[in-house]
T-cell receptor, first 112, second 109 residues
């Protein structure tokens, strides 16, 4: 069964550094999402992406964040200058049409 | 505003039935999802309701009443592996999921 994959599984970085989180959505899916979950808190929407552009973004998704689909398979989330409060689990999700989003295993980002 | 409420935690016995409730008030509504999340893992899809009524899928059923802003997830014949967090999420316009805090279910022998 096809699944969403994410790399790396765990990323440790210093405050102020740039990080790129990578996702490979399910191959015939058209809608892509990033969510984050701070430890012990709820899953929060960051951004949705369709047809090579951002469809919607939350107030969390400020100028430090960007997304890209550089080729036909990868979907990336870049954080330009990480802050301590960016430490969280980041989940990528994809869907074929607007009905069911399938989540990747997540990348645990630790900012020191 | 966006508000999704579900109980923080519940405990049930192996073999029993448990109902996890969710109430929501959101600015848009295109359906309601239930996800299961084990600690440190990704949410996994359980059910999707867009119309009022009950959707049954094996040991899991989900109910929706749009007029009441209410849903529940029913788990039957509980197993120890069902111990997890259960997330209620409203599917909003634009395709984003708005999650509740999650209900931590503990299944005891």
């Amino acid at each position: 069964e096809p699944e969403v994959t994410q790399t790396p599984s765990h990323q440790v970085t210093q405050m102020g550094q740039e990080v790129i989180l990578r996702c490979v959505p399910i191959s015939n899916h058209l809608y892509f999402y990033w969510y984050r979950q701070i430890l012990g808190q709820k899953v929060e929407f960051l951004v949705s992406f369709y047809n090579n552009e951002i469809s919607e973004k939350s107030e969390i998704f400020d100028d430090q964040f960007s997304v890209e689909r550089p080729d036909g398979s990868n979907f990336t989330l870049k954080i330009r200058s990480t802050k301590l409060e960016d430490s969280a689990m980041y989940f990528c999700a994809s869907e074929k049409s607007p009905d069911t989003q399938y989540f990747g295993p997540g990348t645990r980002l630790t900012v020191l | 505003g966006q508000n999704i409420d579900q109980p923080t935690e519940m405990t049930a016995t192996e073999g029993a039935i448990v109902q996890i409730n969710c109430t929501y008030q959101t600015s848009g509504f295109n359906g309601l999802f239930w996800y299961q999340q084990h600690a440190g893992e990704a949410p996994t899809f359980l059910s999707y309701n867009v119309l009022d009524g009950l959707e049954e899928k094996g040991r899991f059923s989900s109910f929706l009443s749009r007029s009441k802003g209410y849903s529940y997830l029913l788990l039957k014949e509980l197993q120890m592996k069902d111990s997890a967090s259960y997330l209620c999420a409203v599917y909003n316009q634009g395709g984003k999921l708005i999650f509740g805090q999650g209900t931590e279910l503990s299944v005891k022998p």
